[in-house]
């Protein structure tokens, strides 16, 4: 599946991206940083350039309104969207002073699942997941904590196996927490929902999920 990289202006804790035929780098705003930091060419730029601070010198750009509905990272998204990428790795997304970014961005990940794609944004040796009427599998090398939250106002049939507390077709509502702090065991894991989407926190890097219809 063609990748669509895209860097954001939040915190980044290294970038590890292995471009392969077909794939898509997306610079939102200040993310242009980062990229020069990590000596990454963007294939675009997309913002308003208020974080970046000026219009960048290149050819490929487009400079969005400040006042507009979706933010710099969902106007990438959906770019991309429309040129068939499905499948997201989102740098720079969590962290810095404005959380409600980071809450906006595991939104937009939702979003991303809803319309039948796979976001994976990374942050600071976790990975933030979503998962829609499907099911995600661990790897046997994934170590520490996992975390699942509903989100939406109900989520059934989710099932998990391979962690330390399974859970076997049950529901699970927004308003609750109690899919905080689980953990892997050292056995290949897996979390499916047949209705609604989940968010899913996981110690481990982008190349230790794998997602599997059901």
Known sequence: MKTCYII???????????????????????????????????D???????????????????????????TDTSFAVKYAMKKGYKKFIIYGAVG?????????????????????????VIGDGYVITAVTGEKVVFNKSCKGDIS????????????????????????MKNSQVTGISNSFTGEQAEISVKTGTLIIFY????????FVGI
Do not use: M, W
């Open 44 to 70: 675009l730029v997309v913002g308003d350039f208020d974080s970046l601070g000026y219009t960048p010198d290149t050819e490929n750009f487009i400079k969005l309104p400040v006042e507009k509905d979706d």
């Open 96 to 120: 810095g002073k404005r959380p409600e970014h980071t809450y906006a961005n595991i939104a937009l990940g939702a979003f991303i699942s809803k319309e039948g794609g796979q976001a994976l």
């Open 148 to 171: 699942v939250f509903a989100f939406d106002s109900s989520v059934t049939g989710v099932t998990e196996k391979g962690l330390k507390y399974t859970l076997n077709n049950a529901e």
């Open 203 to 210: 110690c481990g890097t982008e190349n230790d999920i794998s």
């Open 8 to 42: 954001c202006a939040g915190d980044v804790f290294g970038i590890d991206i292995k471009k392969s035929e077909g794939d898509f780098i997306i610079a939102a705003d200040g993310g242009l940083f980062h990229c020069r930091k990590y000596n990454i060419s963007p």
